[in-house]
């Protein structure tokens, strides 16, 4: 009877531990909440650009606020149709419409239709210099300077008339034909199946369902607080890199206080990061309510929405 006794106290004791690790990630997380802001950024985030000391954001509607503003999203005039891209260069700001039209405006001058081509797809390389917008047809990829009927184009580094994101590594630009790619101070980051590869070189730090990628600076010019972020169809997964090399070396922690109560588990489409902040497009397949675009900023230590 004693044994008996025993036993069920232990299995008891076993089931109370059990419960108590499950029930407090999920009171802490509910302790972590935040009240959602109402979101200004309607309906999916598509792209977004820095241009002229300001970002713009293509979700249908184009979006504008200044790159150093916490939220502060309006939107802007614009030509029309339905936005689904938005690109820069250091002179020119690109949209391209759902029904692919290119159009194009000076910091300036109001927007005008880039004629006598047929565009697939728009983006540029991200550079703070020499930055550069592209156009892909039919028959390649081009760069483009504002006028009409782009013919420079692009063929080195990857460029093909498949490349859908490029990224400037301080000396070239380098394209891609998924949107998995990003640089930092040290190199530039691509997936090869689940391995992220740093240079050309597989790491041995590997990342399931990756669906967008950027690299984060913690406020550093010489790269010793970069962290690559990867959007997953389960959440953000934080990489460290080394702070001399960039190599990857590991997985950290997420950032952002109320991670778990917000975007930890949801599909993240988009990811973008610029200054101390990052913007995010998450799906969440169960309810429409986290269905949107969040940002996280290094002043604001939570996710939000836009």
């Known amino acids: ?9 232990i299995l008891s004791l076993s089931f109370l531990l059990f419960a ?3 029930i407090e990630p999920i009171f802490y997380a509910i302790e972590k909440e935040v009240p959602l802001e109402k979101a200004v950024i309607k309906g999916n985030l598509y792209a977004m650009t820095e241009f002229d000391g300001k970002l713009y954001a293509a979700s249908g509607s ?24 938005v690109a820069s260069d250091n002179t020119n700001l690109y949209v391209l419409t759902k029904d692919k039209k290119l159009y194009t405006k000076t910091k300036t001058s109001g927007w005008g239709k ?3 081509i047929s565009p697939i797809e728009l983006f540029d390389n991200k550079a703070s210099t020499n930055k550069t ?6 028959e390649g990829l081009f760069s ?38 990003a640089s930092g101070t040290h190199g530039v980051y691509t997936m090869k199946g689940n391995k992220i590869v740093f240079n050309d070189d597989p790491s041995n730090v590997e990342v399931s369902g990756a669906q967008s990628m950027a690299v984060y600076a ?6 010793s607080k970069e962290s690559l972020l990867i959007g997953t169809t389960s959440g953000i997964v934080l990489v460290n890199l080394d702070a001399t090399t960039g190599e990857p070396t590991g997985k950290g922690f997420m950032l952002g206080e109320n991670i778990e109560s917000s975007i930890a588990m949801l ?38 929405v836009e």
């Open 1 to 9: 009877m004693k044994n008996k006794n025993t036993i069920r106290a």
């Open 20 to 22: 108590a690790c499950k």
């Open 62 to 85: 184009l979006y504008v606020k200044d790159i150093n503003e916490e939220r502060g999203w309006k939107a802007v005039s614009a030509p029309p149709g339905f936005i689904i891209r």
């Open 114 to 116: 880039i004629s006598d």
């Open 133 to 138: 917008a592209y156009v892909t047809t039919s």
């Open 144 to 181: 483009l300077d504002g006028e009409n009927n782009p013919d420079t184009e692009v063929k080195t580094n990857g460029a093909s008339k498949s490349s859908k994101a490029a990224v400037y590594d301080g000396e070239k630009t380098i394209f891609s034909n998924t949107v998995l790619i």
């Open 218 to 223: 913690d406020g550093s010019d010489d790269g």
């Open 267 to 304: 599909e993240i489409k988009t990811l973008y990061a610029f200054e101390n902040a990052v913007y995010a497009f998450a799906v969440d397949k169960t309810t429409s309510k986290k269905t949107n675009t969040w940002g996280y900023y290094k002043d604001r230590p939570n996710w939000n």
